[in-house]
């Protein structure tokens, strides 16, 4: 419940109790608890609202009032249940991985531990699968977050978990101790690809007719930007 919430159910339930309506403070703590809202619905609601205005806007251009106002909640109750605006991002952030790795599980490929070119594989079929997935607002948080960069960006835990399984494979194909910046060219170089994708993803069904986003287009594109990633990856070890 938010704060200016729970204070009016309060004031209201003691005139209730002078007035000979209810008897006990114990009734009044009862009755002030069956009238207030679910303080996890406020929470919900205010996440679903800062996503979609997050997505639609960006960091900055999204206002606190139009989130709370989307959410029908009070203009205090970011601040009750998140501490601040920038931490009600971060939360979006989570919640929206959350719900895209939910609905796109992965399941372990044994063969990653052992083989880099499988690790590599299964990192962009992973960036592929959440950034063109077309029911998720992620793609456009991060979108938003590639051109005008947040706050929250350096510490963005969903982006940096991915990449940081695509360096491991990247540093593995480039052989015993690579230069960092170029293990670090190399993942951008990858990321890149599938991120061109998400940027695209409305444009290529126009210029491409043929072109579907379903599962077997996501296996191909997966399959490509590995064996071309693998192919590059195979020189620059060959000629260090």
């Known amino acids: 419940m938010d704060p200016g919430g729970a204070t009016k159910m309060y004031y209201a339930c003691l005139l209730q109790a002078y007035d000979g309506r209810i008897a006990s403070l114990e009734s009044i703590i009862d009755h002030a608890m069956d009238a207030a809202p679910d303080e996890q619905d406020v929470r919900r ?13 960006g960091y900055e251009a999204a206002t606190v009032r139009d989130i709370v106002a989307r959410a029908r909640a009070n203009l205090n109750s970011i601040n009750y249940h998140f501490g601040s605006k920038q931490e009600l991002y971060a939360a979006v952030l989570r919640h929206q991985f959350a719900l895209s790795e939910a609905a796109h599980p992965q399941r372990p ?41 947040s706050p929250a960006f350096a510490t963005m835990g969903p982006g940096a978990t991915q ?60 399959d490509h930007i590995t064996e071309f990633a693998l192919g590059g990856l195979k020189r620059l070890r060959r000629d260090r």
């Open 45 to 57: 609601r205010l996440l679903d609202a800062a996503s979609e205005e997050f997505a639609a806007r």
């Open 109 to 149: 490929d044994p063969r990653e531990e052992s083989a880099p070119e499988a690790a590599l594989r299964a990192a962009v079929r992973r960036l592929v699968t959440f950034l063109l997935d077309p029911h998720s607002l992620l793609p456009r948080l991060y979108a938003m977050e590639l051109v005008n960069p």
């Open 163 to 222: 990449q940081s399984a695509l360096t491991a494979a990247v540093r593995a194909l480039l052989g015993a101790q690579p230069d960092p910046a170029l293990v670090a060219r190399c993942v951008r170089s990858i990321y890149s690809q599938c991120a061109y994708f998400m940027f695209v993803r409305k444009v290529l069904p126009i210029v491409d007719p043929q072109f579907r986003y379903d599962d077997a287009a996501l296996a191909e594109l997966t």
